[in-house]
């Protein structure tokens, strides 16, 4: 199972990225989809987690400002940030599990990370 991660950058206080996470060897339907990151110096937290047809939660950081959507077809995920802040700067990774809990050694696969910056 591979996820390629893609879309990060920096971008302007207020401003919008969209990243994207390729994965092959697993199907993103079957299995739970989330997209984590990891602040400089801090740990790794959950940004949101979907399990297709079952939920969809976001942490409270980015409710309202982020979207996570997904094609199956292409079996990718996407995550739309919209009004970023420079708390939002970290690395961001696609990961897949079969548990849709926020704990992150509970998740069997990780892309590599993007990295987002966002300045003021």
């Known amino acids: 199972v591979q996820l390629q991660a893609s879309g990060g950058g920096l971008v302007q206080a207020g401003g919008s990225l969209r990243l994207s996470c390729a994965a092959s060897?697993?199907?993103?339907?079957?299995?739970?989809m989330g997209w984590f990151r990891q602040a400089p110096g801090k740990e790794r937290v959950f940004v949101v987690i979907?399990?297709?047809?079952?939920?969809?939660h976001y942490a409270d950081s980015v409710k309202g400002r982020f979207t996570f959507s997904r094609d199956s077809a292409k079996n990718m995920v996407y995550l739309e940030m919209n009004s970023l802040k420079p708390d939002d700067t970290a690395v961001y990774y696609c990961?897949?599990?079969?548990?849709?809990?926020?704990?992150?050694?509970?998740?069997?696969?990780w892309g590599q990370g993007t990295l987002v910056t966002v300045s003021s």
């Open positions: 990961a897949s599990g079969s548990l849709g809990v926020t704990d992150t050694k509970a998740w069997d696969y």
């Open positions: 060897g697993r199907s993103i339907d079957d299995y739970v």
């Open positions: 979907s399990r297709l047809g079952a939920y969809l």
